[in-house]
């Protein structure tokens, strides 16, 4: 008669019965369901991917505190609010005109070769504004100094193209990279500031950016070290630029106002804590709201997108106009700071999945070999519209009301929203 073979435990035991002509095992045990790997595991098992993402988080969490960092240290020397928005101001328009050079360097050159000697310039230019801050030299070289900073490598858009190119043939891994990237943003964005506030805060004035420099230089090197799944270099690209690549104008402007939308929040939220006393609880609310945009952008990333990015597009944007109405009436019709916490964390869910498909839309209509540039430019027109938004809700909270300032958020989303719509009706 049969025996059990060694492995079979007397709970596994099969039990043996004889039919007509033939015997017969059969195994009463339970069976255990195996669930497939979920799609951010099955992302991260391709070789290499955790490595380059490791580097470009610890790269990428300095871009949320260097213009915190430089205003605490500026303001905290100098005296001067003004001044130090001024020189952070002078920093983002620097990176708007010389972050597409670089990014079109990295996209002919290769991103080892273009990111870390950009990065150690930045890293120059940052430790410059501390020396300059520290020794009392002329406000001068503190624009001077800043402006340097503007080589800094757009480290997610290098690791979009990265993914780009090894998920070339699976559109459905794509999106869930790009989700992914986008929920990292927001957690860098959101961590950013509020570890800059409290190095400045306990240690000293410039522990913000000397940190923020060790990181970006380290995590640059990272990154950088990663050659395997880097994409190839185009040393003679023959496709145009991608401000002339068809659809592409269209989306830049709509960044732009998608860009008005977090700069006006930013500055109507601090504006409307501070005039209710609760200025200090500013950051918390505004990172509530990156959170709601960080966790939409993971479960965005899990779902099976329905339909073409373009189509989906409208869509998201209209779902962001609606979401971006409950903080404006949060503040409006209550004036209470908790409800408008919980509104922005709500207007927060709708962010990700818009900013995921507008980055899909650029990675689809940028010509091919110049992908780093093409979201680079997204990226400087989000930038932008940042400093416009600012500038907008700022006049109308000081000249208004603060509550009234989150119209101009509502506004900026329903202006995306019409040139999409416009776009999508009347093409180019």
């Known amino acids: 008669m049969p025996q059990p073979s060694p492995r079979d435990t007397p709970d596994r035991i099969p039990l043996w019965t004889v039919t007509a002509d033939a015997v017969v095992a059969v195994d009463f045990t339970a069976r255990r369901r195996v669930r497939p790997p979920?799609?951010?595991?099955?992302?991260?098992?391709?070789?290499?991917?955790?490595?380059?993402?490791?580097?470009n988080l610890i790269a990428r969490l300095p871009m949320g505190m260097f213009s915190v960092s430089a205003v605490v240290m500026i303001a905290g020397t100098r005296g001067s609010y003004a001044l130090a928005g001024a020189v952070t101001a002078t920093g983002l328009a620097a990176t708007a005109?010389?972050?597409?050079?670089?990014?079109r360097l990295v996209d002919r050159y290769g991103q080892a070769r273009v990111a870390v000697p950009a990065a150690l310039f930045a890293a120059l230019g940052s430790l410059a504004l501390v020396l300059c801050v520290r020794r009392g030299a002329p406000d001068w070289t503190l624009f001077a100094a800043y402006a340097a900073t503007a080589t800094t490598p757009n480290t997610g858009g290098m690791s979009r193209a990265r993914?780009?190119?090894l998920l070339a043939d699976t559109p459905e891994a794509l999106h869930t990279a790009n989700s992914f990237e986008q929920a990292a943003d927001e957690l860098c964005f959101m961590l950013g500031p509020v570890l800059a506030a409290f190095l400045c805060g306990t240690f000293f004035p410039e522990a913000g950016t000397l940190t923020g420099v060790a990181l970006l230089v380290t995590g640059v090197l990272l990154f950088a070290a990663q050659r395997a799944t880097q994409p190839p270099p185009h040393r003679t690209p023959t496709a145009r630029s991608p401000l002339r690549a068809a659809g592409m104008p269209p989306l830049l402007a709509v960044c732009l106002a998608t860009g008005a939308v977090f700069g006006a929040t930013e500055v109507v939220t601090i504006?409307?804590?501070?005039?209710?006393g609760h200025r200090a609880a500013a950051g918390a609310v505004l990172a509530l709201q990156a959170a709601g945009s960080c966790v939409a952008g993971l479960v965005y990333g899990a779902l099976k997108p329905s339909g073409p990015a373009e189509w989906r597009h409208p869509w998201c944007l209209a779902a962001m106009t609606a979401m971006l109405t409950l903080p404006l009436l949060a503040a409006t019709l209550t004036g209470s700071p908790a409800l408008l916490a919980v509104a922005l964390f709500a207007a927060g869910t709708a962010?990700?999945?818009?900013?995921?498909?507008t980055m899909a839309l650029v990675q689809e209509r940028t010509p091919e070999g110049r992908l780093n540039e093409g979201m680079t430019l997204a990226v400087t027109g989000l930038l932008g519209g940042i400093a416009c938004g600012s500038a907008a809700g700022g006049w109308l909270s000081e000249?208004?009301?603060?509550?009234?300032?989150?119209?101009v958020p509502v506004t900026a989303a329903a202006v995306a929203l019409l040139i999409s719509l416009a776009h999508q009706t009347f093409g180019e």
């Open 38 to 55: 979920g799609p951010y595991r099955r992302l991260f098992a391709l070789p290499g991917t955790r490595a380059f993402t490791a580097g």
């Open 163 to 165: 993914w780009a190119h």
């Open 399 to 407: 000249h208004a009301a603060p509550a009234a300032g989150f119209g």
């Open 351 to 357: 962010t990700a999945p818009t900013m995921i498909t």
């Open 271 to 276: 504006a409307f804590a501070d005039a209710h």
């Open 97 to 103: 005109l010389v972050a597409p050079w670089i990014a």
